[in-house]
């Protein structure tokens, strides 16, 4: 099994809400990822959590506020948010380099967040 | 930095081959990656090869490699109408605090006509 969940599907929120977006595996990987997507454009990091901890943070602005509660989930917690940060939001895991091998990274299906 | 770069467009008949070429910048990568990603959906992994080979075949695809001139291609053969899709290439780097990161070239969009 290679899967990893994300919900919602789909987003829509006003710049003064507050809204999470959830990301779930269970293939017993100990690094997940978040990354965003514009149109026709390839995934820019965004954050990178190790066995629960914040690895990397890819300067991005703090009005996204990750989380990453255990080893099977990871939270993206969204706060005054513009019109610009509207993209798909991919979440990914893959084993951790202490692990050995390849360390493919296996993706979700997204959400889709629109900014009103 | 420099961008991992891909052609941007190709158009392919049902059941020829397609070749989608990529040009990474990290000579130090030891994993280099392709994905596929389907209008509106995530990234589904394809394949990936390890920088002490020079190639890979894996059903339809073959994954070429010079690591002299920096240039992985992915094949594949009998295209078919569900390969429509964008396809990434990606080199990885390892991160000291952990976990891994991703290199995304540019994009592909491989059409694939009747």
């Known amino acids: 099994d290679t899967e990893v969940t994300q919900t919602p599907k789909h987003l829509v929120m006003g710049m003064t809400n507050k809204k999470s977006l959830k990301c779930e595996q269970h293939?017993?990987?100990?690094?997940m990822y978040w990354y965003k997507q514009k149109a026709k454009k390839p995934p820019e990091l965004m954050f990178v959590?190790?066995?629960?901890?914040?690895?990397i943070n890819e300067s991005v602005p703090s009005r996204f506020s990750p989380e990453c509660p255990n080893s099977s989930l990871l939270n993206l917690h969204l706060h005054a948010l513009q019109p610009e940060d509207s993209a798909l939001y991919l979440c990914?895991?893959?084993?951790?380099?202490?692990?050995?091998?390849?360390?493919?990274?296996?993706f979700g299906p997204g959400t889709r967040l629109t900014v009103t | 930095g420099e961008d991992v770069e891909q052609s941007l467009f190709l158009s392919v008949r049902e059941g020829d081959s397609s070749v989608i070429n990529c040009t990474y910048t990290?000579?130090?990568?030891?994993?280099l990656y392709w994905y596929k990603q389907e209008p509106g959906a995530g990234l589904q992994l394809l394949t990936y090869?390890?920088?002490?080979?020079d190639m890979k075949q894996d059903q339809r695809l073959t994954v070429l490699l010079n690591k002299k001139d920096k240039h992985l291609s992915l094949r594949i053969a009998d295209t078919q109408t569900g390969d429509s899709a964008i396809y990434f290439c990606?080199?990885?780097?390892?991160?000291?605090?952990?976990?891994?990161?991703?290199?995304f070239g540019t994009g592909t969009q491989l059409k694939v006509e009747l």
């Open positions: 990606a080199e990885r780097s390892l991160l000291t605090g952990g976990g891994n990161k991703l290199t």
């Open positions: 090869i390890f920088s002490n080979m």
């Open positions: 293939m017993g990987h100990r690094a």
């Open positions: 990914a895991s893959s084993q951790d380099w202490t692990s050995g091998g390849a360390y493919e990274q296996y």
């Open positions: 959590y190790s066995y629960e901890k914040l690895s």
């Open positions: 990290d000579s130090s990568s030891t994993y």
